[in-house]
């Protein structure tokens, strides 16, 4: 069984940073990208980041340049640096591992940005 466990949200002020870590455990067959999504309220689920298996990268446009996605492979965990944060930038993080077969996603960590 795959576990995601996320962790690193908080109450930041605008402009501030937070950083969250999101942890795999289990056995993971043919893990192929790991991403971050956020929902924020009454919107739909989008994804924010994400990192593949070789090490390729792609953002949201909304977070370019403001946000980092960074895996440390070994301990199959994936990272996500949050700088020069918005009020926008609020919402539920999930952490999400996607292979050939399935995808797996973490619990969610709330991302509240105060103007």
């Known amino acids: 069984q795959v576990q995601l466990v996320e962790s690193g949200g908080g109450l930041v002020q605008a402009g501030g940073s937070l950083r969250l870590s999101c942890a795999a455990s289990?056995?993971?067959?043919?893990?192929?990208?790991m991403s971050w999504y956020r929902q924020a309220p009454g919107k739909q689920r989008e994804l924010v980041a994400r990192?593949?298996?070789?090490?390729?990268?792609n953002y949201a446009d909304s977070v370019k340049g403001r946000f980092t996605i960074s895996i440390d492979n070994a301990k199959v965990t994936v990272y996500l640096q949050m700088n020069t944060l918005k009020p926008e930038d609020t919402g539920v993080y999930y952490c999400?591992?996607?292979?050939?077969?399935?995808?797996?996603w973490g619990q969610g960590t709330q991302v509240t940005v105060s103007s």
């Open positions: 289990g056995i993971i067959f043919s893990r192929n990208h």
């Open positions: 999400n591992l996607g292979t050939f077969i399935t995808d797996y």
């Open positions: 990192i593949t298996s070789g090490g390729s990268t």
